[in-house]
DNA sequence: CACTTTAGAGAACGAACGTTCTCACTGTCA
DNA sequence: TGACAGTGAGAACGTTCGTTCTCTAAAGTG
């Protein structure tokens, strides 16, 4: 009954610690030092975890990339019907807008800071961006529309999260998805 | 035939140099010093100017919204039939995402990057929205279409921007615009 | 010509930050 | 027990950055 932690959950717990402050205060406005504090270890054992902060950064990305890819699929999957898995999208956008500490996309955020100065971040928001893309298309054939319809529900996803974080309302979803409606019935499916 | 500038003229020399290092690597990559080389002038001329980088980001995001403005306005106003100005929009972006340096909204990258840290960013990026919101919703109402119609269209142009940003290509101009076409259909006008 | 004002060039300052180092302490194993 | 590896706490280091100050020379003014 050790209450000393194993390795895993010292990374984990460094890197939910981040995330929330990243999001929160935006990742330029975070020292390391922020971020011992709010993980509750030593400097000594934060580095040694992660080398630099650009390691952090990106371990960071990656969580958020698996909350996105987890909870979306949650809100699909619960749906049968595949014209309405479509829709199921922007119902996920809705939830997560209306949290309290909502401030758009992670990854829109970090690449418009650091995508011209990080190599590597840039990377993985494109790399995220992509994977939801395909998804999205892939939902799209399911349901027997056109390739043509993946891109533009995708494009009403992403403008939905950076309307819905500057107007700081969460209006956008719902608009999105009466727009994705209309181009899923246009697409006559 | 002096060629000493007016203080106008140097005013808006800082903010052309401020912008372009602003926009290409974002705001916290660029110090103050490397706005005076852009410049050309000396530190204390800069502090004349703008008290403050604060104020220095306030009147780059201020001329951003001019150009913004004046790029949609005339695009859509060279266009006569009202249905054909809603979608002049989409084409105005497709221009911009060619351009060799773009790199995405400069609203949307100061917003995510300092919009939780800076009240006074925060809300001029929200003025921008809502003024081309408003916009929008104007041209919706010249064509005849209904309210709900605006909002949908705004997105898709967020939508656009950002995906166009990350995935360093313009095909999202297209993509919103084909979008953008399907809504307007739909909403019979 | 003196005297004041202005402005350029850039050194300097103080804070913040990413990263490393020191030191004391703890547990381990011979 | 005693040498030693590992770790926490945080001081320290080197750099960057926003901002201010100094010094100097030029320009305006009587």
């Known amino acids: 009954m050790s209450e000393i932690s ?14 929330e402050l990243f999001y ?5 406005q975070v020292g390391m030092d922020a971020v011992r504090d709010a993980a509750g270890i030593s400097l000594r054992a934060l580095y040694t975890e992660f080398p630099s902060k650009d390691d952090l950064i990106v371990a960071v990305l990656g969580k958020r990339h698996t909350m996105w890819t987890n909870g979306v699929t949650a809100k699909v999957d619960a749906i049968a019907e595949p014209r309405q898995k479509l829709l199921a999208v922007y119902d996920y956008l809705a939830d997560w807008f209306g949290d309290a500490d909502f401030r758009g996309c992670g990854f829109i955020n970090a690449f418009g800071e650091l995508g011209a100065a990080n190599a590597q971040v840039a990377e993985t928001v494109r790399a995220h ?13 399911d349901a027997g529309g056109p390739a043509s319809l993946g891109p533009q529900l995708a ?8 309307t819905a974080a500057i107007a700081g ?3 956008a979803a719902r608009h999105a998805r009466a727009a ?7 697409a006559g499916i």
């Open 6 to 19: 194993t390795p895993a959950d010292r990374r984990q717990r460094i890197v939910d610690a981040a995330d």
């Open 24 to 28: 929160t205060r935006g990742i330029g």
């Open 129 to 141: 961006k992509a994977d939801f893309q395909r998804y999205v298309d892939s939902l799209v054939k």
């Open 155 to 162: 494009i009403l996803a992403e403008g939905a999260q950076t």
């Open 169 to 171: 309302t969460t209006d």
């Open 180 to 186: 994705a409606e209309s181009l899923v019935a246009a």
